[in-house]
């Protein structure tokens, strides 16, 4: 199966699932669904894995891929960079993979890619930590050595949370120190802790994250605050979903005589003693006519998720680079990432472009949802269990309304005419 067959069995909405040698069939994408991914993101040994293991598994590929990208990021560490004036973009990256729960098989991909990394580098699972609460955790585990407290000895950290909304939910409290602490993470700044007595300080750290949220949940919790504040556009989105039924499940290690672990273990020990890295002359010219459609906002809450595509490009591109053994960021190498920064903010675009930016009007939608046949305004307002003000509810329905996520209208009862309000179907991007 070459790439260009790769991009194209995984997303064709309008036909029927095409049978596998075994029968079981390819699951054609909702209409709605973000374009698929341009064969040029399954670049060199990323396309040659993920090539092995999709036949394999129920996983979205572009999920592996992303995954996978961010792991290899991580596993490098901090010595490689791209210079932009001031500034350093190194290959630590954050992504966040969007979709149903126990459905898209967010979790199904993660082990695909932390059973590779394993293989790949023996000091992998040593680096990994899940359930990120707060920014003293965080800060704590990539310490530096002070007053006989030896510190990290390595400050490569890759965060695995599969519950997002919790972070989002932490991440949202008037006190909480995590939102500043991973922006400041993703930045490569210095980290500090001032509310203990020891004060804490890391520096030099390499924080990944790879996080997994429900449609639902990235509604309702990305409230306006955590997108302006620019937390949530460090993230790289990607939607993911099922895109095969496999019921007896693939090749439980499809890569076995592959060689792609032992390879991919070579170039991440060759990728660490990488210093500067800079584009050749045909990825310049490349990214000189990108660069403006980069930096052109898109409106509403999917721009302010996007404003950071720059930034993202580059680091996905050194990532490509580095895995490939080279030096310099080659064109292939840079139309690899557009292509996947493109679907990203396809994804951005599909999970929040008709999204209200209000947490009660999106916890209110949520209930819509699960009421087909729709909800009264008194019946809102107990699921509100009345602790809001009538005003607030209005406020939180018209601006359901205004983004067309729901409509209402008059139903005749015993007494007074009742208001119905029923979730409204998203329109098609």
Not at 78 to 93: D, K, L, S
Not at 144 to 172: C, H, M, N, T, Y
Request: aromatic share 4%.
């Amino acid at each position: 199966m070459t790439d260009r067959q790769l991009s194209l069995q995984v997303a064709q909405p309008d036909k029927p699932a095409a049978p596998d040698a075994d029968g079981c069939g390819l699951i054609p994408a909702p209409a709605d669904w973000p374009g698929p991914l341009a064969a040029a993101a399954y670049h060199g040994v990323f396309g040659a894995i993920i090539e092995k293991l999709a036949p394999n598994t129920e996983a979205d590929p572009v999920a592996i891929l992303a995954q996978l990208l961010v792991a290899c990021g991580s596993a490098i560490g901090h010595g490689p960079h791209f210079q932009v004036e001031a500034t350093r973009q190194h290959v630590n990256e954050f992504v966040l993979l969007v979709g149903d729960t126990a459905k898209s098989r967010k979790g199904l991909s993660l082990d695909h890619v932390t059973h590779l990394m394993a293989a790949a580098d023996p000091g992998f699972q040593r680096r990994l930590s899940t359930g990120l609460s707060s920014g003293e955790g965080v800060v704590f585990a990539v310490r530096d050595a002070q007053d006989g407290d030896p510190g990290a000895a390595d400050k490569r950290l890759l965060i695995l949370e599969p519950e997002f909304a919790s972070v989002l939910r932490a991440a949202s409290r008037e006190i909480s120190t995590l939102s500043p602490t991973l922006r400041n993470g993703w930045d490569s700044r210095p980290l500090q802790l001032l509310t203990r007595t020891a004060p804490v300080r890391a520096s030099d750290t390499h924080i990944s994250l790879i996080g997994h949220i429900t449609v639902q949940e990235l509604r309702r919790h990305a409230t306006s605050i955590e997108i302006a504040n620019g937390f949530l556009n460090r993230f790289v989105i990607i939607c993911c979903r099922r895109v095969r039924l496999l019921p007896e499940g693939g090749d439980p290690d499809p890569l076995r005589r592959s060689g792609l672990p032992r390879f991919l273990s070579s170039a991440i020990q060759h990728a660490r003693s990488v210093g500067p890295v800079r584009f050749d002359q045909h990825a310049r010219t490349l990214w000189r006519n990108s660069y403006p459609q980069l930096t052109q906002p898109a409106d509403g809450l999917p721009g302010h998720l996007t404003a950071r595509a720059e930034a993202h490009t580059i680091r996905l591109a050194l990532i490509y680079a580095l895995i490939d053994g080279q030096t310099r960021i080659y064109e292939q190498h840079l139309q690899a990432a557009l292509a996947l920064w493109d679907y990203a903010a396809r994804s951005a675009a599909w999970t929040l472009g008709h999204t209200t930016g209000d947490p009660i009007a999106e916890q209110i939608h949520t209930a819509l949802l699960r009421s087909p046949d729709g909800l009264t305004r008194t019946q809102i307002r107990d699921l509100c269990q009345r602790n809001l003000p009538a005003q607030r509810v209005d406020q939180a329905l018209a601006n359901l309304a205004a983004a067309g996520r729901a409509t209402h209208q008059r139903t005749l009862t015993a007494g007074r005419p009742a208001e119905l309000w029923t979730a409204a179907p998203i329109p098609v991007s």
